[in-house]
């Protein structure tokens, strides 16, 4: 008898711990993913997403089932407003995920094709996700996704068990405690910041010099071979032709200091190969489906926007509107990205952003050489200090 009395006393007692910690995490909603109501200071402030994002937008699509959506990675994610007013269709959902490569890119759009078809994509190219090997992000799982690579159903991760493992899970459950810990404090949290964008530039600059843009990631690739970035970029276009999927790709108009960090990487002359073979493919593709190439706009170029002056050293007074550091730019900008690609009246009384084809390229990449003569001569104590980021690195 003691011995029974002892495994039921042991089975209640893991029965009530289970039921904490499901509790737990499920009032707490770290990832968002389950509706719970947001308290102040409890769970209002959900930092944990930021580690988990690829689960929590695999998650998101199936709930919404967005008929448009914004892919690329934290150009996208941070620049592209989904509640802009020209899209064609609604409801809109962001995918953009930071550091998201091709591949990455192209299960997010098949799977949210699969849960609901989709009409329209908005896809921003940065060179880094064309860097080789296409290595996926930590937080990025197959099963999280509704179909294979080849287009095969597979059981949805986001069923009621499933819930449950995740609201079971030792990295959920500390991820609850880390969300709790770390809600920000409502007497200083909405204190003025001032911002050293002169830093923030710089900071960037050097990150990406040391880590984005290693010549050795960015060979000269071939658009046929399985893992091969253009391989994947293929495929997404695939996808969107044979869908009937309306595209719209841009390359992301990142400050002229991230070129002229690229320019200081050695990778100048691949950069351009890369925008040439986006076209290349693009209209190999748009033949082979028996239709118009879709549009591609390369904002990635010298103009009055991406030259924005950056505030000199010491300067904590001065704002950027169009920029956040020397890669990203504010969402400001990317209102003004989707107007000109739109065709909205806004975009086409702009100077901003080009549509390349095949016809066009070589002149275009001639005359952003140009501008970029121009804007050197006129910049020199700026361009004097990415060129010194690169010859006072330790090799």
């Known amino acids: 008898m003691n011995y029974k009395k002892y495994i039921i006393n042991f089975i209640s007692i893991i029965v009530i711990v289970i039921t904490v910690i499901v509790g737990f995490n499920w009032v707490v909603d770290p990832y968002g993913i389950n509706d719970a109501p947001l308290i102040q200071d409890l769970n209002a402030t959900k930092l944990e997403i930021s580690t988990h994002m690829r689960m929590v937008k695999a998650n998101n699509i199936t709930k919404m089932k967005p008929q448009a959506i914004i892919l690329g990675t934290s150009h996208a994610y941070g620049g592209i407003d989904a509640n802009y007013q020209g899209w064609s269709y609604s409801p809109v959902y962001n995918l953009g995920l930071p550091m998201a490569n091709m591949y990455e890119m192209t299960r997010y759009l098949q799977s949210a094709n699969a849960i609901n078809p989709i009409k329209q994509v908005v896809v921003l190219l940065d060179l880094f996700s064309f860097c080789t090997p296409q290595t996926n992000a930590p937080d990025f799982k197959e099963e999280y996704l509704t179909v294979t690579f080849d287009g095969k159903y597979q059981p949805d991760y986001f069923t009621l068990s499933n819930n ?10 500390n991820s609850s405690i880390k969300t709790i810990l770390n809600q920000p404090n409502s007497l200083t949290s909405n204190a003025n910041t001032k911002k050293n964008y002169h830093a923030v530039f710089l900071a960037q600059e050097k990150g990406v010099r040391d880590w984005n843009y290693l010549p050795e990631l960015y060979p000269s690739w071939d658009s046929i071979s399985n893992n091969s970035p253009l391989f994947y970029y293929r495929k997404f276009l695939q996808i969107c032709y044979h869908n009937n999927i309306e595209l719209f790709m841009a390359i992301s108009p990142s400050h002229v200091h991230n070129m002229e960090v690229i320019y200081n990487a050695g990778l100048w002359t691949r950069f351009e190969e890369w925008k040439q073979q986006l076209v ?24 009055v926007y991406t030259e924005e002056e950056v505030p000199p050293k010491g300067d904590i007074s001065t704002q950027m509107q169009w920029h956040v550091d020397s890669d990203h730019f504010s969402k400001k900008l990317g209102t003004l990205v989707l107007a000109r690609m739109f065709g909205d009246e806004e975009g086409n009384n702009l100077d901003f952003g080009e549509m390349v084809n095949s016809t ?35 090799k």
């Open 164 to 173: 449950l493992s995740n609201a079971l899970s030792i990295d959920t459950l």
């Open 280 to 303: 290349e493919i693009n209209e190999e593709e748009s033949l082979n489906a028996g239709c118009t190439p879709f549009p591609l706009w390369d904002f990635e170029t010298y103009n």
């Open 360 to 394: 066009n390229i070589n002149q275009h990449l001639l005359q952003i050489r140009l501008d970029q003569q121009i804007y050197r001569m006129s910049h020199i104590d700026d361009i004097s200090e990415i060129k010194s980021l690169f010859s006072n690195k330790i």
